[in-house]
């Protein structure tokens, strides 16, 4: 069964950077797109980054653009976000989530349990 | 970009019972809608995309149905599990966003 596991998160001061890691399982990960969607602590769900299964087609949320980089890396099944200039806006559990298709196109089908970032000085 | 709005915001329904989910998009999106599942302390969960087909393992309980802006999930025969927040989401144009939210307790 598809398995994602998010790791990387913690606490961070503003302006510093993290990067956040996805670890894939259960399906051919390199077929898909995938996204990344956060949550702040009692809010709703935004999404974040979506990066095609080659990694050449991604797009970003307005609040993060220029800071965020989606990233994968087929060989090791593994799915990145590097956060950069962090500001205490995004603070957040960061979930990995796989679409149905290879573009990131077709809808959310999966998702992992998520990690939390805090950005606090 | 697209706004999702969600209605009602909140409901409070009884074990048995049918409870709708509205859900509107601000220009049309065929059917790129999905929906999600999320209890307290939990991951979301994939229900339904395409606007009406449901992800593998999903209860037929649950349907969706709409086209464009007009979209909504029916829970029939509501279970003690079902009790949780449910998110649609358009995912015709970039950004993906999502609506905020509508949560259903126990009456």
């Known amino acids: 069964q598809v398995q994602l596991v998010e790791s990387g998160g913690g606490v961070v001061q503003p302006g510093r950077s993290l990067r956040l890691s996805c670890a894939a399982s259960g399906f051919t990960f390199s077929s898909y797109g995938m996204h990344w969607v956060r949550q702040a602590p009692g809010r709703g769900l935004e999404w974040v980054a979506v990066l095609a299964y080659g990694g050449h087609n991604e797009y970003y949320a307005n609040s993060v653009k220029g800071r965020f980089t989606i990233s994968r890396d087929n060989a090791k099944n593994t799915l990145y976000l590097q956060m950069n200039s962090l500001r205490a806006e995004d603070t957040a559990f960061y979930f990995c989530a796989k679409d149905h298709g290879v573009n990131g196109d077709r809808g959310i089908d999966n998702w992992g349990q998520g990690t939390l970032v805090t950005v606090s000085s | ?107």
């Open chain 2, 1 to 107: 970009d697209i706004q999702m709005t969600q209605s009602p915001s909140s409901l409070s329904a009884s074990v048995g019972d049918r409870v709708t989910i509205t859900c509107r998009a601000s220009r049309g999106i065929s059917n790129y809608l999905a929906w999600f599942q999320q209890k307290p302390g939990e991951a979301p969960k994939s229900l339904i995309f395409a606007a009406s087909t449901l992800q593998s393992g999903v209860p037929s309980r649950f349907s969706g149905s709409g086209s464009e802006t007009d979209f909504t999930l029916t829970i029939s025969n509501l279970q003690p599990e079902d009790f949780a927040t449910y998110y649609c989401q358009q995912y015709d144009r970039y950004p993906p966003s999502f609506g905020p939210g509508t949560k259903v307790d126990i009456k």
